[in-house]
T-cell receptor, first 114, second 113 residues
Framework: AQSVTQPDIHITVSEGASLELRCNYS??????LFWYVQSPGQGLQLLLK??????LVQGIKGFEAEFKRSQSSFNLRKPSVHWSDAAEYFC????????????FGSGTRLSIRP | GAGVSQSPSNKVTEKGKDVELRCDPI?????LYWYRQSLGQGLEFLIY????????KSGLPSDRFSAERTGGSVSTLTIQRTQQEDSAVYLC???????????FGPGTRLTVL
């Protein structure tokens, strides 16, 4: 079945520490891949996206993600987190065969330890 | 620069009542989407409009849910005979033709008592 998996429900890291949020997808072909962030009481904001080309993509707020076809993964990283990064992060795909609805992962809640 | 706007931001209603939620997409965007975000179900696709094509209604959970898009712009999501399980945040998004990036509005929080 087609799916997007974010295995970590909740992660806590110290301010200034590095971060990696995991995402795996299950589709026949490489879909379009996204990471969105949702701060408390806010809407969804696009962090970055991958359609094709360079497998390391840069996003806003110092985030980056790497697409690994062999692992069907699109993990989000940041070298040094800030307290303002505390939020819910969603990995998402738009299946290439259906450039319409977004399929979202279940989300990872990030907490920052002072 | 106006983004996607939604109204109302919050709606409290009684079980059995009908509600209408409104979405104003980004000007010039031809595609419009509705999603629902609830505690038990995460983020779910509801319906998708693209230009004058027939909408993709495959995500609507029951026939109590319907949506229309007038003049290719504003969209209204209607929930008839609301139930408590309809309580959620309803998100609208839009995108331009040929682009797969969707831009989201702030959502409408619906509470059914």
């Amino acid at each position: 079945a087609q799916s997007v998996t974010q295995p970590d429900i909740h992660i806590t890291v110290s301010e200034g520490a590095s971060l990696e949020l995991r995402c795996n997808y299950s589709y026949g072909a490489t879909p379009y891949l996204f990471w969105y962030v949702q701060s408390p009481g806010q809407g969804l904001q696009l962090l970055l996206k991958y359609f094709s080309g360079d497998t390391l993509v840069q996003g806003i707020k110092g985030f980056e993600a790497e697409f690994k076809r062999s692992q069907s993964s699109f993990n989000l990283r940041k070298p040094s987190v800030h307290w303002s990064d505390a939020a819910e992060y969603f990995c998402a795909v738009v299946p290439y065969s259906s450039a319409s609805k977004i399929i979202f992962g279940s989300g990872t809640r990030l907490s920052i330890r002072p | 620069g106006a983004g996607v706007s939604q109204s109302p931001s919050n709606k409290v209603t009684e079980k059995g009542k009908d509600v209408e939620l409104r979405c104003d997409p980004i000007s010039g965007h031809t595609a419009l989407y509705w999603y629902r975000q609830s505690l038990g179900q995460g983020l779910e696709f509801l319906i998708y409009f693209q230009g004058n094509s027939a909408p993709d209604k495959s995500g609507l959970p029951s026939d109590r849910f319907s949506a229309e898009r007038t003049g290719g712009s504003v969209s209204t999501l209607t929930i008839q005979r609301t139930q408590q399980e309809d309580s959620a945040v309803y998100l609208c998004a839009s995108s331009s033709r040929g682009e797969d990036t969707q831009y989201f509005g702030p959502g409408t929080r619906l509470t059914v008592l």
